[in-house]
């Protein structure tokens, strides 16, 4: 497609469910990364894939949640268990490979645990 | 201490006005610096990156990197309501592919 897409755009759901976040990247795009933006906390890092393989998952908040990546192209993120403290936007971008510099974002998933 | 830090705002300024939003940073490794603008309900869109320190120009905007001081700036000239958005700064060592992002400035443009 044209740009990121991410679906589904919005998701409620009760605390204690599971949860899938999907992302589609840019085709072409190696680097697929997951940011998290709370209200007025800006984006939070979470985990980083090049290719299939996630060189960085140092931001992932708890062993509560967990992404990966086939094909090379779309993503999942899933939150397992979920809590009130994981309502906000989860937001995916992708670059070509060592293109930092230059992320595509989608407009994310607004997601409330209620 | 966050490593991208950034007045959340809101700026306000009438139509025409520049505008100045600012960062600072601590992460010495920092060698590609980038604006991105986020309108309501949608992802950040790149507007500029540069490398290392010095000034970039593209339109309306420029911005500038000072990295002796650790200090990033993105002018807006002639400034338009459409500019209406949050800016977030953000750094990356050119090493560890992953950007770190202020918390976003919040700019209102009222006509």
């Known amino acids: 497609g044209a740009g990121v897409s991410q679906s589904p755009s919005n998701k409620v759901t009760e605390k204690g469910k599971d949860v899938e976040l999907r992302c589609d990247p840019i085709?072409?795009?190696?680097?697929l990364y997951w940011y998290r933006q709370s209200l007025g906390q800006g984006l939070e890092f979470l985990i980083y894939f090049q290719g299939n393989s996630a060189p960085d998952k140092s931001g992932l908040p708890s062993d509560r949640f967990s992404a990966e990546r086939t094909g090379g192209s779309v993503s999942t993120l899933t939150i397992q268990r979920t809590q009130q403290e994981d309502s906000a936007v989860y937001l995916c971008a992708s670059s070509l490979a060592a293109a930092a510099e230059k992320l595509f974002f989608g407009s994310g998933t607004q997601l409330s645990v209620l | 201490q966050k490593e991208v830090e950034q007045d959340p705002g809101p700026l306000s300024v009438p139509e025409g006005a520049i505008v100045s939003l600012n960062c600072t940073y601590s992460?010495?490794?920092?060698?590609?610096f980038m604006w991105y603008r986020q309108y309501s309900r949608k992802g950040p869109e790149l507007l500029m990156y540069?490398?290392?320190?010095g000034n970039k120009e593209d339109g309306r905007f420029t911005a500038q990197v000072d990295k002796s001081s650790k200090y990033i700036s993105l002018f807006i000239r002639d400034s338009q309501p459409s500019d209406s958005a949050t800016y977030l700064c953000?750094?990356?060592?050119?090493?560890?592919?992953?950007?770190?992002f202020g918390r976003g400035t919040s700019l209102i443009v009222h006509p």
């Open positions: 540069t490398y290392s320190s």
């Open positions: 085709s072409g795009h190696t680097a």
């Open positions: 953000a750094g990356e060592s050119g090493g560890s592919y992953i950007p770190t």
């Open positions: 992460n010495s490794a920092f060698q590609y």
